[in-house]
């Protein structure tokens, strides 16, 4: 195996660059997993993430994925700047191959993996209920953050806005909101899928999927 990655088609490396560009505006020190297998690249970023063991504050991640021209192993975490500014290399050749950044970083959520299998379709929700969730909740952290309160204070208050269930929803947090938002998944005029496996939610769009850990059923 070599180090790079292999696209098929260089829009599915613009197409990367995109989501990875997405994923660094909510979060600038962001994290990015690469996990290939044979010839599929599951791309998955956490644009809200509590750390702690004990935390209630919510787990949100956001998964694209694309198809390889060759196959590939590999199950690392990387600096989403990095990967970005090697996507930029590759903009005036045009060349399909992405080199892996030599460095590899250990993301707080990189152990936490969504289940494989599983999911039971839970019904569908309007695009709508979720882009206003997150505008609300934006809006909200944005109020309480102009009030120049301390990292801890800043934390506290995001994990409330953000792991606050969404009114009518049976308890997606409205992080998920944020993350479909924020990543691009969102199309007006259209619903998102609902899924539900043990404590994990998924929301799929045809642009990606957003994972929340809510709780056991």
Known sequence: MTSNLLFQDFDDIRDLGS???RAKKLDETGMVRLRAHGNILTVTVSP????????????????RIAQLASPHELDSAFEIS??????????GSQRLDLAVPPVVKKAAWGGVSAPQEGWVSIGEIDSKVFQDSAESGIAKVAEALGKSIGVSISNKVRFEVWGSAIEGTNGIPAGAAFALYGLGFLEKQTSVSVYRSGAWLRLSTRFGHVLAKVGTI
């Open 19 to 21: 989501f990875l560009t």
């Open 82 to 91: 990095s990967i970005l500014e090697r996507i930029a290399l590759l903009e």
């Open 48 to 63: 809200i993430f509590d750390s702690a063991i004990m935390g209630t504050g919510p787990k949100i991640l956001g998964m």
